[in-house]
């Protein structure tokens, strides 16, 4: 005599799992942009900002000069809106960054580097592609 076991499980109950399995949302990656991401400012400028975020319904970012929020008087300051104002003096070295970070996850953001310059250059500028 035979004796067959098995662990039957019907059609219906498969397409459910597949549509349990196949039907969860995939969720986007969230990204952060920021533009200019290098400039230079001669003292007594202001510099828009804008950031673009993507991936998420929450598009608000926080805006941070050398990693404090909204900055300080040593390395300028930041709106809300992304515009940034240089020190008065400038710093030593005359480099600063610009953070845009998603408000949904700070751990996301995008950051741009400023060059303080105490004049504007005069005569030719050259850039280096760093590229190749």
Same mark, same amino acid.
């Not at 319904?57 to 970012?61: E, F, I, L, R």
């Given at each position: 005599m035979r004796v067959r076991l098995g662990i039957g499980i019907g059609a219906a &109950?498969? $397409?459910a799992i597949a549509f349990f399995?196949? $039907?969860s949302p995939v969720e986007a &990656?969230? /990204?952060v942009s920021i533009s200019?991401?290098?400039t230079q400012l001669v003292a007594g400028q202001t510099l828009q900002f804008s950031a /673009? @975020? *993507?991936g998420n319904?929450? #598009?608000? @970012?926080v805006w941070q000069v050398n990693n404090a929020d909204g900055g300080g008087a040593a390395s300028g300051t930041v *709106? #809300?809106?992304g515009l940034y104002t240089p020190p008065a003096t400038l710093p030593n070295p005359a480099l600063v960054t610009v953070t845009a970070q998603a408000h949904a996850n700070r751990q996301i953001s995008a950051t741009a580097s400023i060059t303080l310059l105490a004049t504007a250059p005069t005569g030719q500028t050259y850039y280096v &592609? /760093?590229?190749g």
């Open positions: &109950a498969w $397409s399995l196949c $039907s &990656a969230v /990204t200019p991401g290098y /673009t @975020v *993507t319904s929450d #598009t608000q @970012v *709106t #809300t809106s &592609a /760093t590229n």
